[in-house]
């Protein structure tokens, strides 16, 4: 299992274009543990991180006349050998997983330098993406829609945000209450 810091500054959007602003608070975590060779994210921050490196290398696979994988937000097998083979990555999830925003960008530099559309088609899921607990293990289906939003917002909150979001959500909880009084 690893759980590492030091990417608080980079985010991404789904489509594989790395911004800043995710927070210092934005921890790349997953679980490399409980299926070998395969390293699954343990938030909805490092599966974003991960899904934006599969869609880059799509690009780039496109481009290259190779093989596209699916979006599952997962580094498995397939992921590794497209990113060995299409940018030079190391053939292991850890070693791609540990540095996931470096490899994107390179991807999406080489996808972009050479006139790849900026979403291309990927082969279907054939399970729905999901986050290992970092600390149990535990599987469960990654968050959709608004709930992925909200989480994603917290996930990328310093500590301090997160107290200030509270104070602030406290503060129009007392507000209303008072209010219906």
């Known amino acids: 299992m690893a ?3 030091g990417y608080g500054d980079i985010g991404t959007d789904l489509l594989g274009g790395l911004t800043s602003g995710a927070g210092a608070g934005a921890v790349l975590s997953y679980n490399s543990t409980k299926y070998p060779g395969t390293c699954k994210p343990s938030n909805t921050y490092t599966l974003n991180l991960f899904k934006a490196l599969q869609s ?6 496109q481009l290259q006349g190779l093989s596209k994988i699916s979006t599952d937000g997962d580094i498995g097998p397939g992921t590794v050998s497209l ?3 299409a940018i030079g990555a190391p053939s292991s999830c850890t070693a791609i997983a540990a540095n996931v925003a470096g490899y994107t960008q390179q991807a999406k530099i ?3 330098t050479g006139g790849a559309p900026s979403s291309v088609s ?7 993406s999901t986050i290992v ?3 149990t293990g535990m599987e469960s289906p990654a ?10 917002l917290w996930d990328g909150l310093t500590p301090a945000g997160k107290i200030g979001a509270v104070g602030i959500l406290g503060g129009i909880g007392y507000y209303l209450y008072k209010k219906a009084k």
């Open 3 to 5: 759980y590492l810091r």
């Open 56 to 61: 880059q290398l799509n690009r780039v696979a």
């Open 83 to 85: 990113a060995s083979r």
């Open 110 to 112: 080489m996808a972009d």
């Open 122 to 128: 990927a082969p279907p899921q054939t399970k729905p």
């Open 133 to 135: 607990d970092a600390i």
């Open 143 to 152: 968050p959709s829609g608004i709930a992925a939003s909200l989480t994603g």
